[in-house]
């Protein structure tokens, strides 16, 4: 049951830069860790960032860190994903997921998920 909802996917050239959103309309986020998570096409899936409920601490993946920051506007019930130096390789459907703790493990299983959202990096 989709729970969260994202947006903000799309294509974008190597370089780029995209902004995701996760919100939801049942629950309050702030509640929740938030998680990014992406799988791409015959890949396992891979946590990509995490921000605790007030947005005092983040956690991030090698790959993501330095290039990839994640925010929340507990006002308006949001999350951010801003992606910068967009690669090739972080092409992927991105999920918002969360949970009462942070989650790094690929099989985790988190309490709440959405439907993703398809980030294509290509010329």
């Known amino acids: 049951q989709v729970q969260l909802e994202e947006s903000g996917g799309g294509l974008v050239a190597p370089g780029g830069s995209l902004t995701l959103s996760c919100s939801s309309s049942?629950?309050?986020?702030?509640?929740?860790?938030i998680h990014w998570v992406r799988q791409a096409p015959g890949k396992q899936r891979e946590f990509v960032a995490g921000i605790t409920f007030r947005g005092t601490s983040t956690h991030y993946s090698p790959s993501s860190k330095g290039r990839f920051t994640i925010s929340r506007d507990n006002g308006k019930n949001t999350v951010y994903l801003e992606m910068n130096s967009l690669k090739p390789e972080d092409t992927a459907v991105y999920y918002c997921a969360a949970d009462s703790r942070l989650k790094l493990s690929p099989s985790a299983q988190y309490q709440m998920w959405g439907q993703g959202t398809q980030v294509t990096v290509s010329t």
């Open positions: 049942e629950f309050v986020l702030s509640s929740y860790w």
